[in-house]
């Protein structure tokens, strides 16, 4: 059997930055854009080539600013991810393409879903949380010790954040397995089976090493961007949406897609019982052939891109 070809890599300049971007899977497929989560980056768990050829996708996936391969983006905003989505798509000669995006990744794609309406055709957030603003909720009702210390920390004093983010990037640097450790004495029960397999733990090792080669400054920036105001309005989004969440998840709670869930007109909500957070990357593949089956998708332009 002849072996199936491994990620395409491109840079991508925009403006005086540059985006690492993988391209995996079916070259004519259905063009999505999977946003990683926090800290994460392009190498970030996905679905086998065969699994993706198999779905007709074409998976389009990226390193935010200050993140691996990406130029830093000071003082960025949830918003300013729709624009580096666009310069790629451009890059690549895609039209119209969907988004989905884990945890720290799923504002980032509600923010692509609101401000590339004429692009966007459909639109999936797994484990996502809230804005910090969110009316109505306990945002840190639920979450893990060390997540209400990073973000709270964000909001009191922002350079013992960074020094604090910059001492785990370089153990992980250091130890590649560190991170992924630190997270397993945090997890409930439904995310350890999920990292228990040998692939799943390589692929999350790999990607947060690759996030994190050259320093926290993604990092730094994702949490800042995340409990400030995200620069979209909620209620302007029209694609179709699904929402998806772990009841059990610890790292953030399923009340924050509940949330999301009653504020755009349309979306459709699922918490899976007996998941958490890492259950996300199992329930991809699920997510991958909804969106490809969207009765409203363009038809896939043939120029193979630029």
Do not use: K
């Not at 309005?233 to 949406?241: A, G, Y």
Request: aromatic residues 6%; proline residues 6%.
């Amino acid at each position: 059997m002849s072996r199936l070809p491994s990620p395409r890599q491109h840079i991508v300049r925009t403006g005086r930055r540059s985006l690492a971007v993988d391209v995996a899977g079916a070259e004519r497929g259905w063009p999505v854009f999977l946003m990683h989560g926090t800290p994460g980056s392009r190498s970030g768990p996905r679905p086998r080539s065969s699994v993706l050829y198999r779905l007709g996708v074409r998976l389009i996936s990226y390193d935010r600013p200050g993140y691996g391969g990406s130029s830093r983006l000071p003082g960025r905003r949830v918003s300013d991810a729709a624009a580096d989505v666009a310069a790629i798509a451009d890059h690549l000669g895609i039209d119209e393409f969907s988004v989905v995006g884990r945890s720290g990744g799923g504002p980032h794609t509600l923010a692509c879903a609101a401000l590339l309406p004429e692009r966007v055709r459909g639109t999936a957030v797994l484990v996502g949380v809230a804005p910090a603003g969110a009316v109505g909720l306990n945002w840190y009702d639920g979450m893990t010790e060390a997540n209400i210390r990073d973000y709270g920390t964000a909001e009191s004093d922002v350079r013992v954040l960074a020094e604090q983010l910059r001492l785990r990037a370089e153990r992980t640097v250091d130890d590649p397995g560190f991170l992924l450790a630190l997270l397993v004495t945090q997890m409930t029960e439904a995310d350890r089976r999920v990292v228990a397999g040998v692939p799943i733990r390589r692929q999350l090792t790999d990607a947060y090493a690759e996030g994190l080669r050259r320093g926290a400054d993604g990092w730094i920036d994702d949490v800042l961007a995340l409990r400030a105001d995200w620069g979209i309005t909620l209620t302007q989004i029209r694609t179709p949406l699904r929402l998806w969440h772990g009841a059990d998840d610890n790292f953030a709670p399923a009340s924050h897609t509940r949330w999301l869930a009653g504020q755009i007109p349309g979306a459709q909500l699922h918490v899976q019982r007996r998941c958490a957070h890492f259950g996300a990357v199992e329930v991809l593949p699920e997510i991958l052939a909804w969106l490809t089956r969207r009765p409203d998708r363009a038809p896939v332009r043939s120029d193979g891109g630029r």
